[in-house]
């Protein structure tokens, strides 16, 4: 049986995924770390049947056969991911949408122009570090650190916590062998978080989410941060780097760029079908014994959602090659009642943090070969190492946090929203309801016309 944490599945993931399912159909068995079995669900169809039926593929990881029998052990990188907390993830019916709507009406009080405001700022500073070097890796000194500028000052912590929360991240999902320490560390400092806003709550998610009706306890409160914390750090951090990578090496996708049949919001829904962040999302469990797509699926089992190779379905996509723009039905941020809640916060913060560099940088090209740019893969998802880049070198230009934002949000207003200090913007909204909505689709960002000079022919 094909095991998901083997070097086949990590050095081609999606050829090992296109390999199953020629071999087994829509829903192919692998094992994951232990050899402990389960189901990978490849199909489009199948993922939104489980996605959508919660009556049959419960989201209560407690009813794995294979915690049941003390299979797995207690330090196993499955754990943190799969083992159950008292959070929305793991629930499913009253008590989830408890926990859901409290999420969802936290972040709602979030101001979105301010935190386009925040990635702007935040961006600008990122690329004053190197402007002047004519060289950078936008991997470790953009798109891995671009998130924990923002996150921080969405849940009130502060700036320093950043780098430890995105390496104790990064560690717990490649199931590595200390991924069991970085979950304890992770949860560590969100504890101490939800103590501090305890004795002194602030205008930020994590005070909104302790004081909502619905009356968290710190544990879940602290769960529900952590979930917050992993999937804003991996998902952005791998959405800005593959879409980057794709403008610098795709020469369909940049002609798509310039002759204007794709704005940069299409860019990031196309990269969420052809390279989502998320390639496996951890998992569903059989309520009964049931079958899909021709399999006994027996009560007990576990299904992992294959996310990556859902998108890639050949039954909804034979040709890979058609543009996807501008169509939202891909399962990147999954589907039904566990939807990402934070989907448009990282489309926020990818769009703008992408126009802000290729406005800063317009002569931005790859500084080595494309067969050089390597990833590392893990059982959840792939990870680019490294972006090497050159442009011309440029002085520190003291631009405003406003100068170069996307054209088609409102951070170029001069107006100072409720609440911002001059230690930087706000990012909370006093009056969630009439909070403006991301960008507009089908607007042109402001690079456009700059990333026409510097692509080959023009």
């Known amino acids: 049986m094909a095991r998901l944490f083997g070097p086949e599945a990590v050095n081609d993931a999606p050829g090992f995924y296109e390999r199953l399912r020629a071999k087994h159909g829509p829903v192919a068995p692998v094992l994951v770390d232990g050899d402990l079995p389960a189901w990978l669900v490849l199909g489009y169809r199948e993922n939104l049947e489980v996605l959508r039926t919660p009556s049959r593929f419960s989201h209560d990881s407690r009813i794995w056969h294979c915690f049941k029998e003390n299979r797995v052990a207690v330090d196993s990188p499955l754990m943190p991911a799969l083992a159950w907390q008292p959070g929305c993830l793991f629930m499913d019916g009253e008590e989830h949408e408890r926990l859901r709507i409290a999420i969802t009406e936290s972040m709602g009080r979030l101001d979105r122009r301010g935190i386009r405001r925040c990635v702007n700022r935040s961006a600008n ?127 369909r996708f940049r002609a798509s760029l310039t002759g204007g049949t794709m704005t940069l919001p299409d860019a990031l829904e196309q990269m969420l079908w052809d390279d989502p962040p998320t390639a496996v999302a951890p998992a569903r469990w059989a309520t009964g014994d049931t079958e899909l797509a021709g399999q006994s699926i027996r009560v007990g089992d576990m299904l ?18 058609v543009p996807m723009h501008g169509n939202r039905s891909h399962l990147a941020f999954g589907s039904g009642p566990h939807e990402c809640p934070g989907q448009d916060i990282s489309r926020a913060i990818v769009d703008t943090g992408i126009d802000v560099l290729l406005m800063r940088l317009p002569d931005i090209s790859l500084a080595v070969p494309e067969s050089d740019l390597k990833s590392v893969s893990h059982w959840i998802a792939r990870h680019l190492t490294a972006l090497p880049v050159k442009f011309t070198a440029r002085r520190h230009e003291g631009l405003p946090a406003s100068a170069s934002a996307s054209g088609n949000d409102a951070v170029h207003s001069k107006h100072t929203l409720k609440g911002s200090t001059a230690g930087g913007p706000s990012i909370t909204n006093e009056a969630p309801a009439s909070a403006p909505s991301f960008g507009v689709p089908g607007a042109r960002s402001s690079w456009w016309g700059l990333l026409k000079r510097w692509l080959p022919g023009k």
């Open 125 to 251: 500073q990122l690329i004053d570090d190197f402007a002047g070097n004519g060289q950078a890796d936008l991997v470790s000194q953009f798109a891995e650190q671009l998130p924990l500028r923002v996150m921080p000052q969405l849940l009130g912590m502060p700036d320093e916590s950043g780098p430890g929360l995105v390496e104790a991240t990064r560690d717990l999902l490649r199931g590595s062998e200390t991924a069991f320490k970085s979950n304890e560390y992770l949860v560590e400092i969100l504890e101490q978080l939800v103590a501090d806003k305890r004795a002194a709550p602030g205008p930020d998610f994590t005070s909104w989410l302790m004081d909502h009706s619905a009356k968290l306890t710190d544990e879940e409160v602290v769960q529900h941060l952590r979930l917050v914390v992993i999937a804003a750090n991996e998902n952005t951090t791998n959405l800005t780097a593959n879409t980057l990578r794709t403008v610098l090496t795709d020469p």
């Open 304 to 321: 992992l959602l294959g996310l990556a190779a859902s998108n890639a379905d050949p039954v909804i996509r034979p040709d890979l090659s």
